[in-house]
């Protein structure tokens, strides 16, 4: 079906408001995030932290629109998210996951997402912004080097800040990390945890899907998913007293519990 006409609306605050959200994968009935609500406000980022298969993926596909919502919503600036064009929302919500897929063109073309319409300044800038630019000027032919899918020419860290490159282009509002540090090497994570700390000074906000403590460095709030469903959120110190403290009255229960058994 045809894309439905949208009223275009003025670039939005970077205020994320989710209610009661729930997920399910394209083609699956089964919901993978069920009733999922919390904010985040502008200048600020978000950790969100859960065991494998907690729904951590599941959130970030659904928040730069790339999962249908199955129920509740998403809100940025106050509008749900299917109330801004597809391509409108691209250039709002820049996404960085686990697996970088590389295009089959230059290196200007994969940072600026293919676009018709390449904003170069903006290209550069947003490798700025990820450390990149002095490895992409190292490369043969710099910003026109062409690069493939498989881009064997580059390693695992050159790649992530590449994606990163592209996740910052053409100017966010709202950046969606999942598991940014897997692939990064440490000049990579500092470049990582500046260009998180510049979106927030802007204004931006930040959502960072992480299995590593270095990750939520940068987070003033933490969400705790847990087969699904929200387990706590809040300000990311006391979240983290709060699982600390209940890990320890799990031990201290498993503890006693065993000492009554039978040898």
Known sequence: PADPVRTPLPRPEARLEVRNLSVAPPGEGQATLRGVSFGVAPGTALGVIGPSGAGKSTLARALIGAWRVG????????????????????????????????????IAENIARLSDRPDP??????????????????LPQGYDTRISQTAGRLSGGQIQRIGLARALYPDPVLLVLDEPNSNLDNLGSEALNAAIRRLKSQGGAVIIMAHRPAAINECENLLVLEGGVRRAFGPRDKVLEQMVQ???????????GQGGGVA
């Not at 300044?121 to 190292?138: F, G, K, S």
């Open 71 to 106: 129920g509740g919503s998403i809100r940025l600036g106050g509008a749900t998210l299917d109330q801004y064009h597809p391509d409108v929302l691209g250039g709002l919500i820049g996404y960085l996951p686990q697996q970088v897929t590389l295009f089959d063109g230059t």
């Open 246 to 256: 209940n890990s320890a009255q799990i031990r201290q229960a498993q503890t006693s």
């Open 121 to 138: 300044d903006q290209v550069v800038r947003a490798a700025q912004a990820a450390a990149a630019h002095q490895m992409i000027l190292d």
